[in-house]
T-cell receptor
Framework: AQRVTQPEKLLSVFKGAPVELKCNYS??????LFWYVQYSRQRLQLLLR??SRESIKGFTADLNKGETSFHLKKPFAQEEDSAMYYC????????????FGTGTRLKVLA | GAGVSQSPRYKVAKRGQDVALRCDPI?????LFWYQQALGQGPEFLTY????????KSGLPSDRFFAERPEGSVSTLKIQRTQQEDSAVYLC???????????FGPGTRLTVT
C-alpha cells in the first residue's frame, strides 16, 4: 500500500535545540518526497522537496531509500518554526497528486 | 497573481443539503486538484483536472461528490445530500503541470449539522 507515516502528532522542543520530524513512506516505484508546512492561519506551503536538495529556513531532509525515510531536520529551532508539518509523496510522473502523512505539530518553546 | 482562492471560506450545511465549493486557480495553471482534510488528518486526494478534463477521480468518496472545471480555469466541487462525515476542510491546489510545484488555496471549512 502507498502510505506516508509521521509517527509523532506533537513534538515540543526548546528554542535553540535540534529538531527532527520523522517521516517514513511505502511506495512501489520511485516517489518524489516533499515537506509542506502550515503556519497558524496560513495556507499549506511547500517547505522543501528532495530533488532540489535545498535548505529552506535552515531545514534539510535527506531521502534514505534503504530505510524509506525522509526525516526533516534543523540544528537550532526557532520560535517561528512552530507550525504543522506534513510529509508527502507523489509519483515522479503523471499527475503529481500527493499522498500526505497525518502531520506533526512542532512547538518551539522559549 | 494573488494565488489560489477558494469560496466560501466557511460553509455550514444542514444534513441533506447540497453544497457547492468554488476554486479559482492561479491564472495559466493547467493542473487543478481537490483534497479533503478531516480534523486531525492530512489532506486526502479527491480528484485531478488537466485543463477541463477530469483525469483522475479515484479519491471521490461516493457518487454524492462531483467536480467540474468546464472552461479549464475555475472549478466547482459539489456535494449532494451532505452527511456529517462530509465535515472537513476542502483544499484546492493548482500547478503549471510537469514540475510538480503545487500551490494550495486557503481551504473551505464545511460543517454539516
Amino acid at each position: 500500500a502507498q502510505r506516508v507515516t509521521q509517527p509523532e502528532k506533537l513534538l515540543s522542543v526548546f528554542k535553540g535545540a535540534p529538531v527532527e520530524l520523522k517521516c517514513n513512506y511505502s511506495y512501489s516505484g520511485s516517489p518524489e518526497l516533499f515537506w509542506y508546512v502550515q503556519y497558524s492561519r496560513q495556507r499549506l506551503q511547500l517547505l522543501l522537496r528532495h530533488i532540489s536538495r535545498e535548505s529552506i529556513k535552515g531545514f534539510t531532509a535527506d531521502l534514505n531509500k534503504g530505510e524509506t525515510s525522509f526525516h526533516l531536520k534543523k540544528p537550532f529551532a526557532q520560535e517561528e518554526d512552530s507550525a504543522m508539518y506534513y510529509c508527502a509523496l507523489s509519483s515522479t510522473s503523471g499527475t503529481y497528486k500527493y499522498i500526505f502523512g497525518t502531520g506533526t505539530r512542532l512547538k518551539v518553546l522559549a | 497573481g494573488a494565488g489560489v482562492s477558494q469560496s466560501p471560506r466557511y460553509k455550514v450545511a444542514k444534513r441533506g443539503q447540497d453544497v457547492a465549493l468554488r476554486c479559482d486557480p492561479i491564472s495559466g495553471h493547467v493542473s487543478l486538484f481537490w483534497y479533503q482534510q478531516a480534523l486531525g488528518q492530512g489532506p486526502e486526494f479527491l480528484t485531478y483536472f488537466q485543463n477541463e478534463a477530469q483525469l483522475d477521480k479515484s479519491g471521490l468518496p461516493s457518487d454524492r461528490f462531483f467536480a467540474e472545471r468546464p472552461e479549464g480555469s475555475v472549478s466547482t466541487l459539489k456535494i449532494q445530500r451532505t452527511q456529517q462525515e462530509d465535515s472537513a476542510v476542502y483544499l484546492c491546489a493548482s500547478s503549471r503541470g510537469g514540475d510538480g510545484k503545487t500551490y494550495f488555496g486557503p481551504g473551505t471549512r464545511l460543517t454539516v449539522t
